[in-house]
């Protein structure tokens, strides 16, 4: 995102879960970070208390699907309907797809009066999914490549959590110490 300011725009995945996402939001509070977390709604109506705690705390919520679909793999019909399907419980215009999959004709509906949502991808990828990379070069996907404006993308998940349990504190620390602040991201709606 565009920006004069030092600030960074830290975005959460998949969630809410019962412990993870609780970890990820002391984590912030402790900065005085804030962030977006993109919900999947079957997630929220697993743990609507957690989902309040995240708006409770001024934190941004998002849509990530209802059920999260990939939107190469899921037929449009059904991949736009279990979006709405989860905006009954996510009041957010704001969408990010799962695995960063969407269609160009999806996405153009997103736009349309049923939906009115902004899609937001990302400048950072983390890696905290892989189960393949360390925690150490999760965060040096962090740390290395971030600069002003850039929307990082973590996950508050069970898969993640190993990487993320070690990352996050960490890079909320190097933002804190240069400067930098962990803001949400606001869009406002368009009429």
Known sequence: MSTSQKEVFLTFDDGPHPTITPFVLDELKKHQAKATFFCIGKNVELYPEIYR??????????????NHLNGWKTASKEYLDNIGLAQKRIDSHLFRPPYGRISRFQLKNLQLPRFKMKTIMWSVLSGDFDLKLSKEKCLDHVLLNYKAGDIIVFHDSEKA??????????SLEHFHKNGFSCNKIFIPTQN
């Open 53 to 66: 705690r995240i708006i409770d705390e001024g934190h941004m919520v998002g849509n990530h699907t209802h």
């Open 161 to 170: 959590f190993p990487r993320l349990a070690y990352v996050l504190p960490k």
